[in-house]
């Protein structure tokens, strides 16, 4: 029987996506032989986490509290007149890192998928249109998950923006090989959108 305190920080640990029991018992007594410094460090990190980080209004990206609208959307460096969707907050920074995107972002909250009960009505479908009409955007850009909760929340995107907008430039990232894998071991999805998106050479 191991101490309640160690038993109660394993189960908090092991409810985490991806944390399995054994796992959730490295962390726990990785914390406990560490520095105490480091568990208060991280139980102050964690009780600021729902006081000092909010999501912007406009673009539903995380912000700090004391903000009032994204630095991606009020920086004037940045295209308004371009937006590119994606499904979470954290998407925004893989595509960042590139340094070849200069537009804003719109975060839908998720992607359409009726097993597990998400809804059209339950994403950042409706903002995002009234985005493109106050905004006077030019294009959107859909960087959805290759998944198939993505490329259906993908094209319901698509056909709601035309409804609304039949001049709107719709853009989609390409979807391909990535470099170093051999056809013999990319799926099938990625070999037909592969083929779907060749280039001339």
């Known amino acids: 029987m191991l101490p309640k305190a160690l038993t109660n920080l ?11 029991p054994r796992t ?11 520095d105490a410094k480091i ?26 509290a004391d903000e009032e609208y994204s630095p991606f959307y009020t920086d004037e460096s940045r295209d ?19 340094n070849a995107y200069k537009g ?6 998720g992607a359409v ?10 994403l950042h479908i409706g903002e995002l249109i009234k985005r493109v009409n106050d905004d006077d955007v030019k294009e959107v850009i859909i960087a959805t998950n290759p998944s198939v909760e993505g490329e259906s929340t993908a094209l319901l995107l698509e056909k709601m923006l035309h409804e609304q907008n039949p001049n709107l430039k719709l853009t989609r990232l390409a979807r391909g090989l990535p470099l170093g894998v051999d056809l013999s071991y ?16």
């Open 10 to 20: 394993i189960e908090a640990l092991g409810r985490l996506p991806g944390v399995g």
């Open 24 to 34: 959730a018992e490295r962390y726990a007594y990785y914390l406990f032989k560490s």
């Open 39 to 64: 568990s208060e460090n991280l139980a102050e990190s964690l009780k600021e986490l729902h006081t000092q980080v909010k999501t912007c209004p406009v673009t539903f990206a995380l912000i700090d």
């Open 80 to 98: 308004k007149t371009t937006v590119l969707v994606v499904e979470e907050p954290l998407d925004i920074y893989a595509i960042e890192q590139t």
């Open 104 to 109: 804003t972002y719109h975060v839908l909250g």
């Open 113 to 122: 998928s009726p097993i597990d009960g998400i809804t059209p009505e339950q």
């Open 186 to 201: 990319a799926d099938q999805i990625t070999l037909g959108a592969a083929l779907e998106n060749r280039t001339k050479l």
